[in-house]
C-alpha cells in the first residue's frame, strides 16, 4: 500500500445507537415528569432520517470469488515499507543507538545471516475475464520476479506480468485457468459523493476481508500522481489491501484501492482509488502493446488563489496558472505563453491546477485538445497537439530581469550578461532586497523577477507601470534556483 503520508479510512457505522433500533423511534420528551405514554404529534416528533444501506453481504457473496490474494517475490535488497518493518528487531526503539546495530545483524525471521534475503510482498487484485486476466497496482508488483496469485478456492497460480504503468499505478496480470469468477466494472460517471462503497483485499495478509464506507470526493489530485484524478473514501484501507477492488452499491467496481494518507503509517480515514475509466484506458494499452502511453502538454502549473484571481483580473479563482512553457513542446507550438491561465480543455473545467495534468495524463500522443485560455484579462482559444511524456523534454524556457519598487518593497536591477546565461534566461531583473509586501509574500534577494501580471518586464519603469495600474495586488513570476513560479503580493 502506498503511502503518501496518507492513510486509508476506517468506517465505523452506529445505527443501532441513540435510540435507532429495528427501525423504530424513541422520542425523548424534556421534563422531570415526562410519561412514557404520553402522546407526540407529527409536528412535535423530530425529524428522523432513515439510512439507507446497501446489503454488503450480497455483494460479498456474489463477487468476493473474483477478488485474488497476490504475493509477491522480489529482487534481493527490494522490500517494501512493511516487509522492512517486519524486520524491525524486536523489544528494541528505533531511537536506541544500538538498534542500526542489531537490525545489521539481523537475517530473515530475526536470525543472524550475511546474506541479503529477496524481498516479499503481498497485494490484492481482481479478475476481470474468465480466462485469468487480473488487474492489481503497479507497486505490488514492483521489482517482482515471482508473482503468485491466490484464488478463495485454495487455489494458487504463478502469474505472468503482462506490464505495468508506474504513472498511473495499474498493472495487469495474466494467469493459466479457464472458466473463472469475474468482477463486473462500472465508472465514476454516475458515482455521487457520499455514495456507499465497498472494498475487497488481503489487509495484513488476512485474505477476502470487506471494509465499507462512503465516497468522500472525486477528481482529487495528489502530490506526485498528477495523471490520476482520485477518488477519496473513508473506507478501510490498509497495507495488503493495495490492487483490490472498490465497489459501488451496484456491486460494479468502480476503482482501484491504492493508496492511503496519513501521518502515522496507519489508516487515518483518507483513502484513494484509481477510478476505472483510467484503470480500463491502461489495461487495454498494455494488453495490445505491454506498456502504455501518456501524453504531454509541457508546461509547469499552479494554483490559482484569491491574490493571483484579483491580479490577473478573474471573476473567480479557478484554473491552471501556467508558470512556464518548454521550449519545443506542444504547449510552445500551441502559442501558450507564461501567465497564461487554462480554463477548460475540450469543454471540461479545470477549477484546480491538477485537474490539467490529470486531463493531459488521459489523453494518448497525438491526440488534438483544445485549450480555453485566460490572457491579459481576455479569453483566447488555443488548440494543442499533446507529444509523449515518455520522450525526453526539454528544459522550461527562463524569462528575463529585474527591477526597484517602494510600494512594492523590492529593489532591482537589470541583470548582467553573465548573470543571464547562468539563469538561463534572456532578460528579468534580480532582487537585491525585498521587504514590505513582497517579503511577505515570500520574494527573495538573489531572486530573479520575469513578468508582473503575466507580462514580461526589461526595466524597472514596466514594473512601476504595472504597480501604478494595480489596486489591490501584483503576479511577480519569480525564478528561483531554475524554477518559475507566480508569487501574489497582496499591496493592501
Same mark, same amino acid.
Given at each position: 500500500?502506498?503511502?503518501?503520508?496518507?492513510t486509508?479510512?476506517?468506517?465505523?457505522?452506529?445505527?443501532?445507537?441513540?435510540?435507532?433500533?429495528?427501525?423504530?423511534?424513541?422520542?425523548?420528551?424534556?421534563?422531570?415528569?415526562?410519561?412514557?405514554?404520553?402522546?407526540?404529534?407529527?409536528?412535535?416528533?423530530?425529524?428522523?432520517?432513515a439510512?439507507?444501506?446497501?446489503?454488503?453481504?450480497?455483494?460479498?457473496?456474489?463477487?468476493?470469488a473474483?477478488?485474488?490474494?497476490?504475493?509477491?517475490?522480489?529482487?534481493?535488497g527490494?522490500?517494501?515499507?512493511?516487509?522492512?518493518?517486519?524486520?524491525?528487531?524486536?523489544?528494541?526503539?528505533?531511537?536506541?543507538?544500538?538498534?542500526?546495530?542489531?537490525?545489521?545483524f539481523?537475517?530473515?525471521?530475526?536470525?543472524g545471516?550475511?546474506?541479503?534475503?529477496?524481498?516479499?510482498?503481498?497485494?490484492?487484485?481482481?479478475?476481470?475475464?474468465?480466462?485469468?486476466?487480473?488487474?492489481?497496482n503497479?507497486?505490488?508488483?514492483?521489482?517482482?520476479?515471482?508473482?503468485?496469485?491466490?484464488?478463495?478456492?485454495?487455489?494458487?497460480?504463478?502469474?505472468?506480468?503482462?506490464?505495468?504503468?508506474?504513472?498511473?499505478?495499474?498493472?495487469?496480470?495474466?494467469?493459466?485457468?479457464?472458466?473463472l469468477?469475474?468482477?463486473?466494472l462500472?465508472n465514476?460517471?454516475?458515482?455521487?459523493?457520499g455514495?456507499w462503497?465497498?472494498?475487497?483485499?488481503?489487509?495484513?495478509?488476512?485474505?477476502?476481508?470487506?471494509?465499507?464506507g462512503?465516497?468522500?470526493?472525486?477528481?482529487?489530485?495528489?502530490?506526485?500522481?498528477?495523471f490520476?484524478?482520485?477518488?477519496?473514501?473513508?473506507?478501510?484501507?490498509?497495507?495488503?489491501?493495495s490492487?483490490?477492488?472498490?465497489?459501488?452499491?451496484?456491486?460494479e467496481?468502480?476503482?482501484?484501492?491504492?493508496?492511503?494518507?496519513?501521518r502515522?503509517?496507519?489508516?487515518?480515514?483518507?483513502?484513494?482509488?484509481?477510478?476505472?475509466?483510467?484503470?480500463?484506458?491502461?489495461?487495454?494499452?498494455?494488453?495490445a502493446?505491454?506498456k502504455?502511453?501518456?501524453?504531454?502538454?509541457?508546461?509547469?502549473?499552479?494554483?490559482?488563489?484569491?491574490?493571483?484571481?484579483?491580479?490577473?483580473?478573474?471573476?473567480?479563482?479557478?484554473?491552471?496558472?501556467?508558470?512556464?512553457v518548454?521550449?519545443?513542446?506542444?504547449?510552445?507550438?500551441?502559442?501558450?505563453?507564461?501567465?497564461?491561465?487554462?480554463?477548460?480543455?475540450?469543454?471540461? &473545467?479545470?477549477?484546480?491546477s #491538477?485537474?490539467? !495534468?490529470?486531463?493531459?495524463?488521459? $489523453?494518448?500522443? +497525438?491526440? =488534438? @485538445?483544445?485549450?480555453?485560455?485566460?490572457?491579459?484579462?481576455?479569453?483566447?482559444?488555443?488548440?494543442a497537439?499533446?507529444?509523449?511524456?515518455?520522450?525526453?523534454?526539454?528544459?522550461?524556457?527562463?524569462?528575463?530581469?529585474?527591477?526597484?519598487?517602494?510600494?512594492?518593497?523590492?529593489?532591482?536591477?537589470?541583470?548582467a550578461?553573465?548573470?543571464?546565461?547562468?539563469?538561463g534566461?534572456?532578460g528579468?531583473?534580480?532582487?537585491?532586497?525585498?521587504?514590505? &509586501?513582497?517579503?511577505?509574500? #515570500?520574494?527573495? !534577494?538573489?531572486?530573479?523577477?520575469? $513578468?508582473v501580471? +503575466?507580462? =514580461? @518586464?526589461?526595466?524597472?519603469?514596466?514594473?512601476?507601470?504595472?504597480?501604478?495600474?494595480?489596486?489591490?495586488?501584483?503576479?511577480?513570476?519569480?525564478?528561483?534556483d531554475?524554477?518559475?513560479?507566480?508569487?501574489?503580493?497582496?499591496?493592501?
Amino acid at each position: 500500500m502506498k503511502t503518501l503520508s496518507l492513510t486509508a479510512s476506517r468506517l465505523v457505522l452506529s445505527l443501532a445507537a441513540a435510540g435507532i433500533v429495528g427501525g423504530a423511534s424513541v422520542g425523548l420528551v424534556s421534563g422531570t415528569h415526562a410519561s412514557a405514554a404520553s402522546p407526540v404529534t407529527a409536528q412535535q416528533a423530530p425529524m428522523v432520517a432513515a439510512a439507507v444501506v446497501p446489503d454488503f453481504s450480497q455483494i460479498a457473496q456474489r463477487h468476493g470469488a473474483a477478488v485474488v490474494n497476490i504475493s509477491v517475490i522480489g529482487k534481493a535488497g527490494a522490500e517494501d515499507e512493511q516487509q522492512a518493518a517486519s524486520r524491525t528487531p524486536p523489544g528494541i526503539d528505533p531511537n536506541d543507538p544500538f538498534f542500526e546495530f542489531f537490525k545489521r545483524f539481523q537475517g530473515p525471521g530475526g536470525q543472524g545471516g550475511g546474506r541479503e534475503a529477496p524481498s516479499r510482498g503481498q497485494g490484492s487484485g481482481f479478475i476481470i475475464s474468465p480466462d485469468g486476466l487480473v488487474l492489481t497496482n503497479a507497486h505490488v508488483v514492483r521489482n517482482a520476479q515471482r508473482v503468485t496469485v491466490k484464488l478463495t478456492d485454495r487455489r494458487e497460480f504463478v502469474a505472468k506480468v503482462l506490464g505495468s504503468d508506474p504513472k498511473t499505478d495499474v498493472a495487469v496480470l495474466r494467469i493459466d485457468a479457464k472458466d473463472l469468477p469475474v468482477v463486473p466494472l462500472g465508472n465514476t460517471k454516475d458515482l455521487k459523493v457520499g455514495e456507499w462503497v465497498l472494498a475487497i483485499g488481503s489487509p495484513f495478509g488476512f485474505e477476502n476481508s470487506v471494509t465499507a464506507g462512503v465516497v468522500s470526493a472525486k477528481g482529487r489530485s495528489l502530490p506526485d500522481d498528477s495523471f490520476v484524478p482520485f477518488i477519496q473514501t473513508d473506507v478501510a484501507v490498509n497495507p495488503g489491501n493495495s490492487g483490490g477492488p472498490l465497489f459501488n452499491s451496484r456491486g460494479e467496481v468502480v476503482g482501484i484501492n491504492s493508496q492511503i494518507y496519513s501521518r502515522t503509517g496507519g489508516y487515518q480515514g483518507l483513502s484513494f482509488a484509481i477510478p476505472m475509466e483510467t484503470v480500463l484506458k491502461v489495461k487495454d494499452q498494455i494488453v495490445a502493446h505491454g506498456k502504455a502511453s501518456h501524453a504531454r502538454l509541457g508546461v509547469a502549473v499552479q494554483e490559482v488563489n484569491q491574490t493571483l484571481a484579483e491580479s490577473f483580473k478573474l471573476d473567480k479563482p479557478e484554473g491552471a496558472l501556467v508558470s512556464s512553457v518548454e521550449p519545443e513542446s506542444p504547449a510552445a507550438k500551441a502559442g501558450l505563453q507564461v501567465g497564461d491561465v487554462i480554463r477548460q480543455m475540450d469543454g471540461q &473545467p479545470i477549477v484546480s491546477s #491538477g485537474d490539467l !495534468p490529470a486531463l493531459i495524463g488521459q $489523453a494518448l500522443p +497525438g491526440e =488534438k @485538445v483544445r485549450l480555453d485560455v485566460w490572457r491579459q484579462g481576455k479569453p483566447v482559444a488555443l488548440t494543442a497537439q499533446l507529444g509523449d511524456a515518455a520522450a525526453k523534454t526539454a528544459k522550461a524556457a527562463g524569462n528575463e530581469k529585474a527591477t526597484d519598487q517602494g510600494r512594492l518593497g523590492l529593489a532591482l536591477r537589470p541583470l548582467a550578461p553573465q548573470e543571464r546565461r547562468e539563469a538561463g534566461v534572456d532578460g528579468g531583473l534580480v532582487v537585491e532586497d525585498a521587504q514590505g &509586501p513582497a517579503a511577505l509574500a #515570500g520574494v527573495q !534577494p538573489g531572486d530573479v523577477l520575469l $513578468a508582473v501580471n +503575466g507580462a =514580461k @518586464v526589461q526595466n524597472v519603469e514596466q514594473v512601476r507601470a504595472m504597480l501604478g495600474t494595480s489596486t489591490k495586488s501584483l503576479a511577480l513570476l519569480i525564478q528561483r534556483d531554475g524554477t518559475q513560479i507566480f508569487v501574489p503580493v497582496p499591496l493592501g
